[in-house]
């Protein structure tokens, strides 16, 4: 969300990393603005029996972990690269700076974080009242709207696995969800992949 230029005059680094490697830690301080440069990092969160359930996932362009740095509480999730990755890391007093001498960014982030609020509302109210087939398609049609698609369809980004830890379900779920959809006219799939009419 911060142009590379204005990046780079403050002094944020580029780091580089591997897949599956933790920026930051769940319950860890939170000092940094984190922004994706290539690649993308998921925010999640592990149960004690390792079940994954993702918060979100970013890819090159978009920001994660800024919530924290507005309120001063820990990481309330980890951040793990799904690809490798090369990511802008700045600190938070010069993130705070930049903010406070361009209002139109600091506007930007204010819609970025509502955004991700009505996200977080919309999958807790799916998680806890409706079905499997019914969360993936809500989750598929919200993707949708962020995305502008030139053509009469969206590809859906995500692996089964994933889609699976950002609605809560099992894989296997999902892919019995996903195929009884494709029945039902409401998704097509081609060579493994997942689309969506615009």
Known sequence: MLPTTLL???GAKKLHFAKDVFLFNEGS????????MDGSI?????????????????????SFGEPPLFSGFPYPS????????????????????????NFELHLQFTRSLSERLHYKAMIMKEISSHDPEH?????IDYLKE??????????????RQQIADMT???VETVIRSIKSLEQKGKVSIQRRKVYRKV
């Open 8 to 10: 780079e005059e403050s």
């Open 42 to 62: 998921k925010m999640a969160n592990y149960s004690k029996d390792g079940q994954e359930f993702t918060q979100g996932i970013f890819k090159a362009g978009e």
């Open 168 to 170: 809560g379900l099992r």
């Open 29 to 36: 301080e939170a000092s940094f603005y984190w922004q994706v």
């Open 78 to 101: 980890n951040a793990v690269a799904v690809t490798e990755s090369f990511v802008w890391k700045l600190s938070k007093d010069k993130f705070f700076e930049i903010l406070a001498h």
């Open 135 to 139: 969360r993936i398609l809500t989750l």
């Open 146 to 159: 962020k995305e502008s698609s030139p053509y009469g369809y969206y590809e859906v980004p995500f692996t």
